[in-house]
């Protein structure tokens, strides 16, 4: 980097990043889970997960989201030595930093489905669209604001996955066109 630039992940990049990763988990060990009779039985197995996807989901795409509005409204003009982190770049950095949960959330979903048929399975998958609505919320903050905001990739932490926690001080920000991701941290097109 040039002169005190700094490494930048997209904000929503970051958020968007577990989404896919955690519904697939969660659809496949509902299916398997499904198939399962469990100690429960799988209707009220597949009740129970029915009331965990909408609560996951509820909960994962409100977390923090006082923090995050902070932030983007504190968010400071981007410097022009600030190196800018492709999205695919940031993605793989976070499915690296969580391989070993999301297996550990895949195999506690598929173990819980010899007790509650498909419940663990269908939370996974909740939290996953929790994140989506998450990174869908903070792109129409965004496009409000006309700005997408970055946060520093040092202060991610160790699993590049904590883009509102506590080390991140401040956020920078750029113009929509900056970037290879669309606000919210889709793919631009």
């Known amino acids: 980097m040039a002169r005190g630039g700094q490494g930048l992940a997209r904000v929503a990049v970051v958020v968007r990043a577990g989404a896919a990763p955690l519904w697939w988990c969660g659809v496949f060990a509902t299916g398997i889970g499904v198939l399962i009779p469990g100690v ?53 950095n976070w499915r690296r930093g969580h391989r070993w949960w999301l297996l550990a959330a895949f195999v506690a979903a598929l173990g819980s489905s010899f007790v509650v048929p498909a419940a663990g399975g269908m939370l996974l998958a909740g939290a996953g669209i ?20 970055w946060v520093r990739v040092d202060w991610l932490g160790r699993g590049a996955g904590a883009p509102a926690g506590k080390p991140v001080k401040a956020c920078r920000a750029t113009g929509v066109a900056a970037g290879d991701a669309a606000p919210g941290g889709a793919r631009r097109r």
Do not use: C, P
Request: glycine residues 10%.
């Open 130 to 149: 929790g994140l989506w609505l998450k990174a869908g919320w903070l792109g129409r903050r965004e496009r409000t604001e006309q700005a997408l905001i």
């Open 40 to 92: 429960t039985g799988r209707r009220i197995g597949v009740m129970a997960g029915a009331a965990l996807f909408i609560v996951a989901a509820a909960a994962v795409a409100y977390w923090r989201r006082k923090r995050y509005a902070v932030l983007v409204r504190s968010a400071a003009r981007a410097g022009k030595h600030d190196v800018l982190q492709d999205r695919a770049v940031t993605v793989r």
